[in-house]
């Protein structure tokens, strides 16, 4: 999503899974950011897992 929102485009096939209960769990994780919220509309980029120095910040495009 981040992806595509850096390109200033948007999914175009769209799947409805039901998450599992590891994915559910990691909406309970903290977000590396005070001010971004798990799920949100902001995506922070980071150099990789380990590192959490915030690169940038991605907003993803609202609905029309």
């Known amino acids: 999503m981040a992806a595509l929102s850096k390109a200033g485009l948007r999914p175009t096939n769209i799947k409805i899974v ?27 980029i980071t150099p990789g ?3 959490l120095e915030v690169l940038e910040i991605i907003e993803t495009p609202k609905d029309s």
């Open 18 to 44: 039901e998450p599992t209960k590891k994915e559910l769990n990691r909406l309970l994780d903290e977000p590396i950011n005070s001010n971004l919220k798990i799920p949100g509309e902001k995506i922070a």
């Open 49 to 51: 897992k380990n590192d």
